[in-house]
């Protein structure tokens, strides 16, 4: 069983910063692109930074400049590190990797992190 759990969420003010975690566990053999997404209710999840296991880093035209998404792989963990927030930031983040297991590659979705961008 493999679990993505996130954190670092919260309320912060417009110009502010945050930085979320996902931390990755249970029966890993490999983990491929790990990458943020991130859903306002009623649209689809969008792809807001992803990093592959070889280093290669893709993001989003409106977060370009202000996030950083970064990697951990001896702790199976991602990072993105949002800056300059605005309040149209506002919305859950959910953390994803493609991750192998003893005998098949999957995809896998963390529960979700609010974050919030409010004065």
């Known amino acids: 069983q493999v679990q993505l759990v996130e954190s670092g969420g919260g309320l912060v003010q417009p110009g502010g910063s945050l930085r979320l975690s996902c931390a990755a566990s249970?029966?890993?053999?490999?983990?491929?692109?790990m990458a943020w997404y991130r859903q306002v209710p009623g649209n689809q999840r969008d792809l807001v930074a992803s990093?592959?296991?070889?280093?290669?880093?893709k993001y989003a035209d409106s977060v370009k400049g202000r996030f950083t998404i970064s990697r951990d792989n001896a702790e199976n963990t991602v990072y993105l590190q949002m800056n300059t927030l605005k309040p149209e930031d506002t919305t859950v983040y959910y953390c994803?990797?493609?991750?192998?297991?003893?005998?098949?590659?999957?995809?896998?979705w963390g529960q979700g992190t609010q974050v919030t961008v409010s004065s």
């Open positions: 990093i592959t296991s070889g280093g290669y880093i």
């Open positions: 249970g029966s890993i053999k490999s983990i491929y692109t």
């Open positions: 994803y990797a493609i991750i192998e297991t003893m005998s098949v590659r999957s995809n896998y």
